[in-house]
């Protein structure tokens, strides 16, 4: 059974400053990692998928890397601003009976950006 | 603007009532979910319809039940509210396979009551 787990749980840091989320996966065999944001009270907003097959990828400010063979995935903010306040949660899919895919999550990142 | 709409966004219920959440997707995507989401268990698979004319239980499928009523349209009801169903409902959809990834709805904070 996959397991997704995110480190740290929780992040403060000042404004300007980089940082980087991380996720790790227990089961390797994976078709893409994608990486979600949710504000508080809100929704889920997808950031970044990331294929197996590719290394890295980037929108703006973020940019995530991914290396299967290790479990690994890390989401790297440059800059970060208050704005970037929110839970950041990561997430694999998993090939359902008969089609269509469910995603495991992270236990997510709580990441607050001080001013 | 394309995505994924859910209604409503809050419902306060009283146990033993019936609800239907609803969803729609206007991105001509197959596959559609339901999932709830606690504090402390993450989010959770409720049912998911892969392709139209289909549905299938997911891990949390106790209490609920869904209709998939065309390619865009797909809900979920409350027959008989408990106040264990008190959650947030998102509604999310994908192509059929993985490479393009999910789309979620705001989601439906619902209390029972």
């Known amino acids: 059974k996959q397991e997704v787990t995110q480190i740290p749980a929780a992040l403060s840091v000042p404004e300007g400053e980089n940082l980087v989320l991380n996720c790790s996966f227990t089961?390797?065999?994976?078709?893409?990692l994608q990486w979600f944001r949710q504000d508080p009270g809100k929704g889920l907003t997808s950031l970044l998928l990331?294929?197996?097959?590719?290394r890295e990828q980037t929108s703006g400010r973020l940019n995530a890397s991914l290396d299967k063979s290790s479990g690994r995935s890390t989401l790297y903010i440059a800059a970060s601003q208050p704005g970037d306040s929110a839970t950041y949660l990561c997430?694999?899919?998993?090939?359902?009976?008969?089609?269509?895919?469910?995603?495991?999550f992270g236990t997510g990142t709580q990441l607050k950006v001080e001013l | 603007n394309a995505g994924v709409t859910q209604t409503p966004k809050f419902q306060v219920l009283k146990t033993g009532q019936s609800m239907t959440l609803q969803c729609a997707q206007d991105?001509?995507?197959?596959?559609m979910y339901w999932y709830r989401q606690d504090p402390g268990m993450g989010l959770r698979l409720i049912y998911y319809?892969?392709?139209?004319?289909?549905?299938d239980k997911g891990e949390v499928p106790n209490g609920y039940n869904v209709s998939r009523l065309n390619k865009r349209e797909f809900s979920l009801r409350l027959e008989s509210a408990a106040p264990s169903q008190t959650s947030v409902y998102f509604c999310?959809?994908?192509?059929?396979?993985?490479?393009?990834?999910?789309?979620f709805g705001s989601g439906t904070r619902l209390t029972v009551v």
């Open positions: 999310a959809s994908s192509v059929y396979d993985t490479n393009y990834g999910y789309t």
């Open positions: 089961d390797s065999a994976i078709y893409n």
């Open positions: 990331i294929q197996s097959s590719q």
């Open positions: 997430a694999v899919p998993h090939i359902l009976t008969g089609g269509g895919n469910k995603l495991t």
């Open positions: 991105m001509n995507h197959n596959s």
């Open positions: 319809s892969a392709s139209e004319g289909t549905t």
